[in-house]
């Protein structure tokens, strides 16, 4: 087994790469581990600065799921 492999099972993301539902450009976006385990909140994308609906939800190993999707809906 790789150790190197290992250790990343117990890191946490602090972002994650997502696409805007709007202008279809991809960016880094800021995730928080310490904010619980199911999110759900409004961010504006930093190019076309619409409105996404963000859900992020943590995996026991550290990683997040995140979709964004347009905020109306």
């Known amino acids: 087994m790789d150790r190197d492999d290992d ?3 117990h890191v946490a993301d ?4 997502v696409v805007c539902p709007y ?8 995730v ?3 904010g619980g385990t ?8 930093q190019v076309c600065c619409q409105p ?12 997040a799921d995140v979709h ?3 905020a109306d809906g």
Do not use: I, N
Not at 14 to 17: F, K, L, M
Not at 23 to 30: D, K, R, V
Not at 38 to 45: A, G, L, P
């Open 38 to 45: 199911v999110q759900d909140y409004v961010e504006d994308c």
């Open 7 to 9: 250790q990343d099972d």
């Open 23 to 30: 202008c279809g450009e991809p960016m880094e976006l800021g």
């Open 52 to 63: 996404w609906q963000v859900h992020v939800r943590w995996r026991r190993d550290g990683h």
């Open 14 to 17: 602090e972002s994650v790469t």
């Open 68 to 70: 964004v999707e347009t």
């Open 32 to 34: 928080d581990p310490g």
